[in-house]
């Protein structure tokens, strides 16, 4: 029998990440790029989008950040050079916002997601709903550190309102981004987890979808330039491009919908 993975490691993990990225950040920007911090679940889309820019801003150069949305926030307003921070939900961006970390007037959503309930892809038996994750054969679930992961918060709402957040809470393996409960799954080791729409799309191989699950706040993400940003200008142009067409375009080949609002 497996031990719970539930241990102290795995929250020293987004303390690490914020290390590495006050690191990564002063580097980057010492050599003059556009520094965008951005949600995990963004990874690929993002990249594509820098791409598209890049072609359109000759001499440009976008260098991405990814991770957990309020590991991000916390990077930045420890003094991590950034630009340009994009959320996977509106509450980073309100702690960003309180922090003093962004300038207001430039926050607009983006794009939307959906919460997915995932399992192996070679999975015998899979939960057809949240419900079924309370069953005794579910040993371990996979989802965001509601603490610190946007994804999290979701799943944590998702359950309540189904009201099996307790019996699933306690078969939890926190994860400390949206891309880890993701890799949790796709390895088999646990039984189930939840994830992203577009995060569950990118691994068709390795993973399966049972359920689309409701959210209690729809799933929208964010993105601003950053207050102390020193290429502001340039800040501004990379989200105005995220919101036209073209940037449109390019997340939606990734799964994203287009911001309701």
């Known amino acids: 029998m497996h031990s719970s993975p539930r241990f102290t490691a795995r929250r020293l993990l987004p303390l690490a990440t914020l290390v590495l990225g006050l690191t990564f950040h002063a580097t980057a920007h010492a050599a003059g790029e556009l520094v965008v911090s951005a949600a995990a679940s963004l990874t690929n889309a993002f990249k594509a989008v820098g791409d598209a820019y890049e072609k359109l801003h000759p001499g440009s150069k976008v260098l991405f950040n990814f991770g957990a949305s309020d590991v991000l926030m916390q990077q930045i307003a420890k003094g991590a050079p950034a630009d ?11 702690r960003a916002a309180a922090e003093q970390v962004i300038a207001p007037a430039t926050r607009r959503d983006f794009a939307a997601n959906s919460l997915v309930l995932i399992v192996p892809a070679d999975s015998a038996s899979a939960p057809a709903s949240v419900r079924e994750l309370a069953a005794p054969g579910i040993k371990r679930v996979a989802y965001g550190d509601p603490a610190s992961v946007p994804v999290g ?109």
């Open 84 to 94: 340009v921070f994009a959320s996977a939900d509106q509450k980073a961006m309100d």
């Open 153 to 261: 918060r979701y799943t944590e709402g998702a359950l309540k309102a189904a009201g099996v957040w307790d019996a699933v809470s306690a078969k939890g393996v926190l994860a400390a981004n949206v891309r880890q409960s993701l890799d949790y799954v796709a390895r088999g080791e646990v039984d189930a987890g939840f994830v992203f729409g577009t995060d569950a799309a990118i691994m068709p191989g390795r993973v399966k979808v049972v359920a689309t699950v409701p959210t209690q706040t729809p799933i929208t993400y964010p993105i601003a330039v950053v207050k102390d940003s020193r290429h502001a200008a340039d800040a501004q142009s990379f989200i105005d491009f995220v919101a036209s067409p073209q940037g449109q375009s390019v997340l939606a080949t990734f799964g994203f919908k287009p911001a309701s609002r």
